[in-house]
Nanobody
Framework: QVQLVESGGGLVQAGDSLRLSCAAS????????MAWFRQAPGKEREFVTA????????YYADSVKGRFTISIDNARNTVYLQMNSLKPEDTALYYC?????????????????WGQGTQVTVSS
């Protein structure tokens, strides 16, 4: 099993930056890719970005391209989400997820491990 713990959420103003972290533990050798999803109240869970465990491939939702950057520190088993130019519509509970499947997708059901989530609130 893989355990994931997110941190770094908070309340910021529009235009500000925030960095989320996701620390992985357990059977990390089985991870193929990591991703960030978010879920706003009353909405479905939405794909944000993903990265292969090697760090060689990254994927972004159109809504965050050019503003968010995903990265990985394999020595620390930690994935980061740098969020710049935040907008009120970025407000959501952000989840970290991991998959053992040898394919990176934006579908939540393809990810077998999830963190508890960290809240990001962007005020206008």
């Amino acid at each position: 099993q893989v355990q994931l713990v997110e941190s770094g959420g908070g309340l910021v103003q529009a235009g500000d930056s925030l960095r989320l972290s996701c620390a992985a533990s357990g059977r990390t050798f089985s991870i193929y890719a990591m991703a960030w999803f978010r879920q706003a109240p009353g909405k479905e869970r939405e794909f944000v970005t993903a990265i292969s465990w090697s760090g060689g491939n990254t994927y972004y939702a159109d809504s965050v391209k050019g503003r968010f950057t995903i990265s990985i520190d394999n020595a620390r088993n930690t994935v980061y989400l740098q969020m710049n130019s935040l907008k009120p519509e970025d407000t959501a509970l952000y989840y970290c997820a991991a998959t053992r499947r040898v394919v990176v997708t934006s579908t939540p059901s393809n990810y077998g491990s999830w963190g508890q989530g960290t809240q990001v609130t962007v005020s206008s």
